[in-house]
């Protein structure tokens, strides 16, 4: 039977979400722990992938097990999960073939930013040393949403698939101590949402126009925009799904 997931967790100490034999990954550690409740090997499935020092506050993911789940099964698995990730739900899928991945119609982003030192934020938010015109961000958001060719905004060797994407919404919030980037869209190119935010970032210091960055929108294919943001400051922040897909279990 297939079963989903929605874990958290801090990406500072992984190296991304995607299982690699010789890393410590995310994935690699909660199909450990699936392997030892079920008492078999676990091939999982996420929603998405997210680099090295990238975060998750919901991810979504399923595993396949014909053994039997039992009444305590998530508070076993977060006994034997490290404190870096904690298993948030279990839920069973209403729609035959359910699929974390494939059955996602959009995943959201949020990139963070701070000012000040402030050592509670050093593993979560980026720390900047000058402040961005708010004005050129937020017409650097405004444009994203009416173009769907990000060439420019991927990692060149994960581009033999469509660089075309469908973004649904994109904002800047700005705070008392922190800024974030608000990005939503049915799916994202390997490095896309920090490329952006390097992007904004860099073009839009105090004085200068955006020209540039409407440039990498309009011509997609005419070199590659830098730099990419740090990774701290991502969150893979939900994705979603068709109503009534989920069915919670019981924890």
């Known amino acids: 039977m297939r079963y989903f997931l929605k874990v958290r967790f801090q990406g500072t100490c992984f190296s991304g979400w995607q299982y690699q034999p010789e890393h410590r990954t995310v994935q690699g550690e909660i199909n450990n722990a699936l392997q030892e409740i079920l008492g078999h090997p676990i091939a999982s499935m996420g929603c998405g992938r ?27 698995l977060n006994t034997l999960l490290p404190e870096d990730i904690s298993a948030l739900n279990l839920m069973v899928s209403n729609t035959e073939n359910g699929h974390a991945r494939f059955s996602a119609k959009w ?12 050592p509670l934020l050093r593993f979560t938010s980026l720390r900047l040393r000058f402040n961005p015109c708010q004005e050129g961000l937020l017409a650097c958001a405004e444009l994203l949403k009416h173009h769907h060719n990000y060439a420019a905004f991927g990692i060149k060797k994960d581009l033999s698939k469509t660089t075309f994407c469908h973004i649904q919404e994109a904002s800047w919030h700005f705070g008392k101590e922190q800024w974030y980037f608000e990005i939503q869209a049915d799916r994202f190119l390997r490095g896309m949402v920090r490329m952006l935010v390097g992007s904004m970032l860099r073009i839009c210091r105090p004085g200068q126009g955006i020209e540039e960055f409407e440039h990498y929108l309009q011509e997609p294919n005419a070199g590659m925009a830098r730099p990419a943001a740090e990774p701290q400051g991502l969150i893979f922040w939900d994705a979603g799904y068709p109503e009534d897909f989920f069915n919670p279990l019981a924890p």
């Open 50 to 76: 997210t680099d090295a020092g990238v975060h998750a506050m919901n991810q979504y993911m399923h595993f396949e097990t014909h053994s039997p789940i039992s009444k305590n099964f998530l508070p076993h």
């Open 107 to 118: 995943r959201k982003y949020r990139y963070y930013l701070h000012f000040r030192k402030d």
